[in-house]
C-alpha cells in the first residue's frame, strides 16, 4: 500500500473569512491556490489514490476536494473523525486495513501527522518531522499498514510539489 499523507493548506485565522472557531476556518485565497498547484505536482507524480480520507475540519475538507479534484480519477474524500486533532492511530490502521487498498490519501494536522508518520516509520517515539502546509509524504507498505513497518519514499515541501507541477 502506498500511503500519502498530506497537511492542510494555508488557512484562515479564528474570527477571519467568517470563521467563529477553529473548526471552520476555510482556506485563504493563497492557501487555495498554492494547495491546487501541489495537486498538479502530484498528479505529475501520478499519484491516484483509490481512497482519501480527510479531516471533518473545513480546512482539510477544502484540501482533500482541491487534490481529488487535480488527481483526476481519484476517489471522493470521505469525512474521518480519526484525522482529527487528537484522532487515534489505531482508528486510521483499522480504516486503512478494512480494503484492498492499493493507494491511500490523508489529509489532516499537525501535530498529529508527524506521529503519525513517525510511528509508521518504525520510531517507537514520535520524531521532529516538519510538514508544511500542504505538503506531503509518502510511505510504503508491503501489504497492510501497520507501526513501525512502513518505509519512507519521500516527503516534499508544497514548493517541489508546486515546481514538479509546473512542469508535469
Known amino acids: 500500500m502506498d ?15 467568517g470563521a467563529c472557531n477553529d473548526s471552520e476556518r476555510p482556506l485563504t485565497p493563497e492557501g487555495r491556490r498554492k494547495t491546487r498547484d501541489v495537486a498538479k505536482g502530484l498528479a505529475a507524480l501520478d499519484v491516484r489514490p483509490d481512497c482519501i480520507g480527510t479531516s471533518p475540519l473545513l480546512r482539510a475538507r477544502e484540501t482533500a476536494e482541491l487534490a481529488a479534484k487535480q488527481m483526476r480519477g481519484s476517489a471522493s474524500p470521505e469525512l474521518c473523525d480519526f484525522l482529527k486533532p487528537g484522532g487515534k492511530i489505531e482508528e486510521l490502521i483499522r480504516w486503512l486495513n478494512q480494503t484492498s487498498r492499493n493507494s491511500v490519501l490523508i489529509v489532516g494536522h499537525m501535530p498529529d501527522l508527524a506521529r503519525i508518520i513517525s510511528r509508521f516509520f518504525g520510531s517507537g517515539s514520535d520524531m521532529d518531522i516538519e510538514l508544511k502546509k500542504a505538503g506531503v509524504c509518502r510511505l510504503l507498505f508491503e501489504g497492510q499498514a501497520e507501526l513501525g513497518k512502513g518505509r519512507l519514499s519521500w516527503l ?3 514548493a517541489q510539489l508546486r515546481e514538479l507541477g509546473k512542469s508535469g
Not at 500511503?3 to 473569512?17: F, K, P, S
Open 3 to 17: 500511503l500519502y499523507v498530506m497537511r492542510h493548506g494555508i488557512a484562515a485565522d479564528v474570527g477571519e473569512q
Open 156 to 158: 516534499m515541501t508544497p
